[in-house]
């Protein structure tokens, strides 16, 4: 399991009935997560949460107690992320994402030319800002406007020049094809795709039908010098070695490796690590 265990600001207290407890800097919330399908842990700073998100009978949900600002900030090293409350349980950060960001972080601040990172489904850009402070020219592209405007601002908390990250709004498929088209090329490619989705214009996707497609076009945006290529799955069913086997396949001609698994967080209380997900991680070969 890939664990994210270097968290000061953020802490997995406990886990259990479907629910976790989380401290999130000076707040704690609790939220739904259908991993946590073993019983246990109601007592004690569970009922003294800040913030509870509650799902509803007819598949929605809300924050049914909000004793928390619409806005403030956690760090993770020398970053800095802006939280909120959003909706579908969401605070803008997968705290499990930082095991990921201290793995290529090394990779690009070890290679001795120029590192341009294309960062697609790039949400509030975490992984963008990680990428740009470690030497790349990043390329973050999204659907959301608001997801973008988001990722403006955790780039601004976390210092990072203006000039080092490119934001595109627009449809992640659409803008891959006009990549190719034009010729464009990068080093590293982050990918980290909805289950489902829609474009600025209404176009569907789906992660198990589309995947593989997306993967082998992005093949034709690597560099002949490439350095990695990150992929993130939240999709159930879909294992880190689905995800490998993609990932594989597509890029076999560049050589490299391939490395899959679980995303982990640890929990305080139990000592367990919570499923948060899928990666698979291919390297180019020295």
């Known amino acids: 399991m890939f664990i994210s265990k270097n968290w000061q600001d953020y802490v997995l207290f406990d886990a259990g009935g479907g629910k976790r407890l989380e401290k999130w800097g000076k707040y704690t919330l609790v939220r739904p997560d259908p991993q946590i399908i073993w019983s246990g842990g109601y007592g004690g700073q569970w009922d003294k949460a800040d913030g509870i998100y509650s799902r509803s009978s007819s598949g929605g949900g809300s924050w049914v107690k909000k004793d928390i600002p ?6 993770y090293g020398d970053m800095r992320f802006s939280l909120s409350p959003m909706g579908f349980k969401h605070t803008g950060v997968f705290p499990e994402q930082a095991v990921n960001w201290d793995w290529f972080a090394p990779l690009i601040k070890r290679r001795s030319g120029a590192v341009r990172v294309l960062n697609l489904f790039a949400y509030t850009g975490c992984a963008s800002a990680a990428a740009a402070l470690a030497g790349a020219a990043v390329c973050h592209v999204d659907a959301s406007k608001g997801m973008v405007a988001r990722a403006r601002r955790n780039a601004e ?8 990250i490119r934001y595109i709004v627009d449809d992640c498929f659409k803008f891959v094809r006009r990549e190719i088209r034009r010729g464009s090329k990068y080093e590293a490619i982050i990918l980290d795709p909805p289950s489902y989705g829609r474009g600025p214009g209404g ?7 589309d995947l593989d497609g997306l993967v082998r076009d992005l093949a034709e945006l690597l560099s002949d010098q490439p350095l990695f290529v990150l992929l993130n799955s939240y999709t159930t069913g879909l294992s880190p070695s689905t995800c490998g ?6 890029l076999r001609r560049f050589g490299g490796r391939v490395e899959s698994d679980e995303l982990g967080l640890p929990v305080r209380a139990s000592g367990l690590c919570l499923p948060c997900g899928a990666s698979s991680r291919w390297t180019a070969g020295s």
């Open 203 to 209: 176009e569907k996707w789906s992660l198990e039908s």
């Open 245 to 250: 086997y993609i990932l594989g396949n597509a």
């Open 157 to 164: 908390l976390c210092k990072v020049r203006p000039e080092g």
């Open 70 to 75: 619409d806005q403030w900030e956690i760090s």
